[in-house]
Nanobody
């Protein structure tokens, strides 16, 4: 079991940067692939990125590729999302999630945080 808590969201101007953090509790953090998803009002939850258990493999959604970077620190039980060159369309609630497998589908993730709001003003 793992519990997840996101932080670092806020209001930022277009072109700016934010770094999201996700703190995990439980001994099994390093067993999980960790992912970030986002959901804007009236839209479906969208895959953003995932990182493998060891951190040596990452994968990104097309809309964030080249702008966002996912990383993890297993010693600190944490995963991060560095977001650069933010656009108004990045506005959403961002969720971190844990999966037993590398996956882009939200249905493959068994543990979720409560989410953190990111608002990008144009």
């Amino acid at each position: 079991q793992v519990q997840l808590v996101e932080s670092g969201g806020g209001l930022v101007q277009a072109g700016g940067s934010l770094r999201l953090s996700c703190a995990a509790s439980g001994r099994s953090f390093s067993w999980y692939t960790m992912g970030w998803f986002r959901q804007a009002p009236g839209k479906e939850r969208e895959f953003v990125a995932f990182i493998s258990r060891s951190g040596d493999s990452t994968y990104y959604g097309d809309s964030v590729k080249g702008r966002f970077t996912i990383s993890r620190d297993n010693a600190k039980n944490a995963v991060y999302l560095q977001m650069n060159s933010l656009k108004s369309e990045d506005t959403a609630v961002y969720y971190c999630a844990a999966s037993n497998y590398p996956a882009t589908s939200s249905g493959q993730y068994s543990h979720w945080g409560q989410g953190t709001q990111v608002t990008v003003s144009s």
